[in-house]
Nanobody, 123 residues
Framework: QVQLVESGGGLVQAGGSLRLSCAVSGRTASSYVMGWFRQAPGKEREFVAAINWSAATTYYADSVKGRFTISRDNAKNTVYLQMNSLKPEDTAVYYC????????????????WGQGTQVTVSS
């Protein structure tokens, strides 16, 4: 089992920044892909970014490329999502997720999920 706890959400003005954290505990996540997803009201959950835990390969949705950066700190068992130049359309609940080995953008294929953290960007 892997437990995920997100933090760092909040209210920010357009153009501002936030950093989300995902604390990972339980089974060692060395072979896991860690992903960030988001879900806005009335919309489906969508892929935002992911990182291969051991190789540090990163993946991004086109909508956030160049603005968001995913990273991980192995010593702290934490994954981060640095979000810059935030836009009102980035408003959503952001979820951290984990799956074994192979990257995918499909949320249904992730095995473990955190409880989510709200990000609200005002115009």
């Amino acid at each position: 089992q892997v437990q995920l706890v997100e933090s760092g959400g909040g209210l920010v003005q357009a153009g501002g920044s936030l950093r989300l954290s995902c604390a990972v505990s339980g089974r060692t996540a060395s072979s896991y892909v860690m992903g960030w997803f988001r879900q806005a009201p009335g919309k489906e959950r969508e892929f935002v970014a992911a990182i291969n835990w051991s190789a540090a390969t990163t993946y991004y949705a086109d909508s956030v490329k160049g603005r968001f950066t995913i990273s991980r700190d192995n010593a702290k068992n934490t994954v981060y999502l640095q979000m810059n130049s935030l836009k009102p359309e980035d408003t959503a609940v952001y979820y951290c997720a984990a799956k074994r080995v192979i990257f995918t953008r499909v949320p249904e294929l992730y095995d473990y999920w955190g409880q989510g953290t709200q990000v609200t960007v005002s115009s």
